[in-house]
Nanobody
Framework: QVQLVESGGGLVQAGGSLRLSCAAS????????MGWFRQAPGKQRELVAV???????NYIDSVKGRFTISRDNAKNTVYLQMSSLKPEDTAVYYC??????????????WGQGTQVTVSS
């Protein structure tokens, strides 16, 4: 079994910052990538940022230059530093992990989500 523990969401004014964290634990042999999705009310879930095992990163265009994703491989933890937040960033943010288990099977696993609300 795998567990993802997310933290760091909350309410912030426009222009402010928040830092999300997500720690993975369980029967993980290798983490291939970790990242964050978000889903705003009435909208589809979208990929915000992802970091590979090698450290390469990708971002959705709307957050480039404002959000930074990073990971601590020793702790199996991924972070999302969000700055210059806008009301349109308001959403539930979901951590995910793409990992390989001990039996060499590849899996995707999702966290329960953390609410980020940006007030204007």
């Amino acid at each position: 079994q795998v567990q993802l523990v997310e933290s760091g969401g909350g309410l912030v004014q426009a222009g402010g910052s928040l830092r999300l964290s997500c720690a993975a634990s369980g029967t993980i042999s290798l983490i291939n990538s970790m990242g964050w999705f978000r889903q705003a009310p009435g909208k589809q879930r979208e990929l915000v940022a992802v970091v590979s095992s090698g450290g390469s990163t990708n971002y959705i265009d709307s957050v480039k230059g404002r959000f930074t994703i990073s990971r601590d491989n020793a702790k199996n933890t991924v972070y999302l530093q969000m700055s210059s937040l806008k009301p349109e960033d308001t959403a539930v943010y979901y951590c995910y992990v793409d990992y390989t288990s001990g039996d060499y099977v590849r899996h995707n696993y999702w966290g329960q989500g953390t609410q980020v609300t940006v007030s204007s």
